[in-house]
């Protein structure tokens, strides 16, 4: 089993920047990627990047692309979520999940997930 734990999340201004902290623990040498998605009220829970173990391959939502960066530190097994030049529209509860093999931008395909945390941007 894996487990994982997001922080970082907090209020900001619109232009302001966050990073998001995913620490797995657990049978982390089963993980093959963790993806971040986020869940805005109303709405369903939607792809937003992901990144493989090794951190050779990532990709992102075009909605965030050219804003959020993510990248990995192995020794620690985090995973980081950078988000600059945030809109209110990325007001979300965010969350990382964990992924025993490739990547994907399928929420289903996804084996383990975190407790979320809470973005707010501010207008």
């Known amino acids: 089993q894996v487990q994982l734990v997001e922080s970082g999340g907090g209020l900001v201004q619109a232009g302001g920047s966050l990073r998001l902290s995913c620490a797995a623990s657990g049978l982390t040498v089963s993980l093959g990627a963790i993806g971040w998605f986020r869940q805005a009220p109303g709405k369903e829970r939607e792809f937003v990047g992901t990144i493989n173990w090794s951190g050779s391959y990532i990709y992102y939502a075009d909605s965030v692309k050219g804003r959020f960066t993510i990248s990995g530190d192995n020794a620690k097994n985090t995973v980081y979520l950078q988000m600059d030049s945030l809109k209110p529209e990325d007001t979300a509860v965010y969350y990382c999940?964990?992924?025993?093999?490739?990547?994907?931008?399928?929420?289903?395909?996804?084996?383990?997930w975190g407790q979320g945390t809470q973005v707010t941007v501010s207008s």
């Open positions: 999940a964990g992924k025993r093999t490739g990547t994907s931008r399928s929420r289903s395909s996804y084996d383990y």
